[in-house]
């Protein structure tokens, strides 16, 4: 399985850009990277998703680098309601049944403060 | 658009009981899968149905836990007997393409989990 590494918390002050790094050494040839966002009480939600390079949408950007290696999620102005875990999910192929399985790392507990 | 729903959100058990779990899908989605963290510790994988169909139950602890979709629509978590060790929060997800492998590409909305206390 693609194994996830990331920092274990981060802190930051409102109107901040938060950067996330995420390390996926064995990131497979068609697996995407994904990012998703946890409050307390509640299930993952999606935030963004690319293969390489950059993507970007409403809520933050993903940097990809041409290796995949590793996968950077920014957060632009970060707000007190940004204050969450967050995952980076890369998919895998398990050694024992042969079949991906989406697998989460231990997240990144950010922490805004005012 | 009514989002995963997961019930119920809470339940208290004793060692030995059973508890069913149970999650609805959004409307549409073929896939579904169960997730679950114990302890504490990463967000496991569990199962994935597409349809009525288990696509990948690599994730299941032992034969003590039991999913079905029936009819390819909710599915339930079954364990039984219930330990000590089985408490933890269980996620439930679902997405929209059916493929027989998990698409690394593919978006998975969560339910809020049901928190599960073995006690």
């Known amino acids: 399985l693609a194994k996830t590494t990331q920092p274990i918390s981060m802190d930051s002050y409102e109107g901040q850009e938060v950067n996330i790094t995420c390390s996926h050494n064995n990131i497979a040839t068609n697996d995407y990277i994904t990012w998703y966002q946890q409050f307390p009480s509640q299930g993952p939600r999606f935030i963004i998703q690319g293969y390489k390079t950059k993507v970007t949408n409403e809520v933050a950007s993903l940097f990809i680098p041409a290796d995949r290696k590793s996968s950077t999620l920014s957060l632009p102005r970060v707000s007190l309601s940004d204050t969450a875990v967050y995952y980076c999910?890369?998919?895998?192929?398990?050694?024992?049944?042969?079949?991906?399985?989406?697998?989460f790392g231990s997240g990144t507990r950010l922490q805004v403060q005012p | 658009e009514a989002g995963v729903t997961q019930f119920p959100s809470h339940s208290v058990i004793e060692k030995g009981q059973t508890v069913t779990l149970r999650c609805d899908p959004i409307s549409g989605h073929d896939n579904l899968y169960w997730y679950r963290r114990v302890m504490g510790k990463e967000i496991k994988f569990l199962l994935h149905?597409?349809?009525?169909?288990?696509?990948?139950e690599s994730g299941m602890p032992n034969n003590r836990f039991l999913a079905e979709r029936t009819g390819g629509t909710y599915s339930t978590l079954k364990v039984q007997p219930a330990e000590l060790e089985d408490s933890g929060v269980y996620f439930c997800?679902?997405?929209?393409?059916?493929?027989?492998?998990?698409?690394?590409?593919?978006?998975?909305?969560f339910g809020s989990g049901t928190q599960l206390s073995v006690l």
């Open positions: 997800a679902s997405s929209q393409a059916g493929h027989r492998r998990p698409a690394t590409n593919e978006k998975l909305f």
């Open positions: 999910l890369v998919g895998g192929l398990s050694m024992d049944t042969g079949r991906r399985a989406l697998t």
């Open positions: 149905f597409v349809k009525e169909s288990k696509q990948d």
